[in-house]
Nanobody, 118 residues
Framework: VQFVESGGGSVQPGGFLSLSCAAS????????MAWYRQAPGKQREAVAM??????????NYADSVKGRFTISRDAAKNTVYLQMNNLEPEDTAVYFC??????????WGQGTQVTVSS
């Protein structure tokens, strides 16, 4: 299994980006997933989580992105999304997706670079 992330780019502060995470051989709509990011010199951190619930998905966010980022997924496309609004320079990082909380080391993709600068 490997995730393929896309949608990153360079934007100015206050801008927005939409990231996608496609998966093969697993059904992401049935799994607890997260978007992670790793900034230069920092540890990888989970910023947006989506977990399977009996009555629908549950979402949670790191305090640093709450109110600005939205995680979602499309079962038909087997894809997890991250909508990022009002981006800040501190959001600059490589973004990845993986299982949550017990990510699989061998499943990390290449990630997608997000750069926020003026």
């Amino acid at each position: 299994v490997q995730f393929v992330e896309s949608g990153g780019g360079s934007v100015q502060p206050g801008g927005f980006l939409s990231l996608s995470c496609a998966a093969s051989t697993i059904i992401v709509s049935l799994l607890d997933m997260a978007w992670y990011r790793q900034a230069p010199g920092k540890q990888r951190e989970a910023v947006a989580m989506i977990t399977y619930g009996t009555y629908g998905d549950n979402t949670n966010y790191a305090d640093s992105v709450k109110g600005r980022f939205t995680i979602s997924r499309d079962a038909a496309k087997n894809t997890v999304y991250l909508q990022m609004n009002n981006l800040e320079p501190e959001d600059t990082a490589v973004y990845f997706c993986n299982l949550y909380p017990n990510y699989r080391d061998s499943w990390w993709g290449q990630g997608t670079q997000v750069t926020v600068s003026s």
